[in-house]
């Protein structure tokens, strides 16, 4: 049975499962019946932090103009353009024992890709999860779904996967951002062009 998590509860993944190394980070969404002229595209993004909580360099930014990070440690599906269907709209996978010993934490995004001229935002999108399930066994581990506290908001943190000693936690943080993926590249240290 896969853990359901709410907003700001912390759980290990690894305790419970010794030598799980390789999840994948499921993330999805549904978009409302508004018509705002264009096709929702939501962009799942992974930063990978150093104790700083920035990135220490511009590749550790994973997203759909960069699928993989130098380590092969986290490596983005593809891009989603419309979210249509059921299940994880993008996936991104991790492979837990191959993140750089510099990174400890590993935080999961979504944005809206160009919410302001689409006139779009969170408040439009309805039943937003992030689930993490054992790639080789395909066990779900933990879901956690965000609820519909967003309104004016077009960039998210959906959770976090961080490092507490020699285990790797889980933390749902569900906070949402204005200003999109330039916000968040901009929080977490990223230069934007």
Known sequence: MPISL??????????????????VVGLGWDVNQFDTGGDFDLDAAAFLLADTGRVSKQEDFVFFGNLTHPSGSVQHMGDNLTGAGDGDDEQIKVDLSMVPANITKIAFTVTIYDADVRRQNFGQVNNAFIRIYNEVTGEELLRY??????SIETAAVFGELYKNG?????NAIGSG???GLAALCA????DVE
């Open 6 to 23: 709410k907003k700001g509860q912390k759980v290990s993944i690894t305790k419970d499962n010794p030598g799980l190394s390789k999840v």
């Open 145 to 150: 779904d965000l609820g519909e506290d967003f």
């Open 166 to 170: 020699s285990e790797w936690k889980f």
């Open 177 to 179: 951002y204005q200003g």
């Open 187 to 190: 929080n977490y240290g990223v």
